[in-house]
């Protein structure tokens, strides 16, 4: 047992040493148990040149061998030693373990012989593509489409195919790329062509759908949460012409979530934060508009503050949405005000609020320290609903 330990150290203290690629590649070996560079390429959608490159990186590290094959590709595999830490390396490489289980997955589900003819094909599509035969790549593409009907790739590189023609096949490349999309493809270029098929196609609830959990990791730029706003937009314009303000605001605050939720996980570069702020800022007045518009009566308006509140909580804070916070409160007191008995309960309620004011003023004094006039207009706001709820105790005594 005390020579197993020592033996898990050193292979863990090897394998911290990998970088991304390195890990990935080593992984795949550990989960196919034996492999080729052929065979790896076609798995990890990769180069042959990447692969052998990795190769003779883990091999340097002794963390792989290969042994002669009767065939021409000499077999790949991973000492047994190395196969009891599988976990620390899948520990290691997090969210990249499971696209290389998925890519296992779908090898070993369609065999290591149906993985290198897939490749082949795929390499050969993208030949006639480069060299502008966009036909051939087409019959190509169907070809193997037809002969591999199971499989994610071939589906996605015929709607690849599809959309590299001019003018594209939208039709055909989203009945393809759909496909894909259930087979389960992780190709690099599948989300890519996925989103901007359904951007073609005007398919906003699709493309809400698709680009909901997905996102990038670029600090220039996020496709995925671009399209995600580009069809929320377009969603939100179809619900005002039906005039459907519940469905904008679920809209609005969606998309607001997301792109807080990417401003704070992400150091974006300067004009591309500035991009996405001015959305969730514009998506902000939406949904405050929308929820106006959903609770006309003064007696509702309560839902319009909370509706400011929640902004807050997510770190957006515009005056002028602040200034429609404190209006709506004090729509909905003079709903109170006018009642004929007593309400402790909405005076508890006010008091409430009134606190929530208070810390979004301050929240808002720690991000502009130097806009005193809009933090005093701010305190006025509390000042007056304070004075308010000190009158309405006052008459009713």
Known sequence: QDGEDVRKFAFEREIKRL????????YAILLLRETSIEDLASILDSTK?????????????????????????????????????????????GTNATIVEEACA????QGGNNVRAIGHGIREILRFRDAGDHQTAIIKARELSEKFPKSGDTASILGASYLNLSPPNIAEASSALDKAQILGCNRTDFQKNIINVK????DWVGLH???????????????ALDAFILATNNLIKIAEDRNDPKRT????????????????HSRLEPSYFTT???EKNSLARQYIASLEKLHPLPGDKLAVFEGVFKLSNINVILLELVRAGIAALHSWWDS??????????????????????ERIQKTFDSYSASNSQTSLEIKNGIKGLKERKDDYKFLKR
């Open 19 to 26: 970088d991304p690629q390195q890990g990935k590649h080593l």
């Open 199 to 202: 951007i073609l196609s005007e």
């Open 49 to 93: 040149k990447l692969v052998r490159e990795k190769i003779s990186e883990l091999l340097a590290y002794h963390l792989i061998a290969i042994k002669n094959s009767s065939s021409s590709e000499n077999k790949i595999f991973a000492p047994s030693d190395l196969i009891a830490i599988t976990e620390i390396i899948k520990t290691q490489l």
């Open 209 to 223: 759908k698709l680009t909901l959990n997905l996102s990038y990791k670029e600090r220039t730029k996020d496709p």
């Open 249 to 264: 605001s679920e809209l609005s605050i969606i998309a607001i979530e997301k792109i807080s939720d990417k401003i704070s």
């Open 276 to 278: 996405i702020v001015k």
């Open 336 to 357: 109170v005000v006018s009642r004929t008995f007593i309400d402790t309960h909405a005076t508890s309620i006010l008091e409430k609020q009134i606190k929530r004011i």
């Open 106 to 109: 779908r090898a070993q589900l």
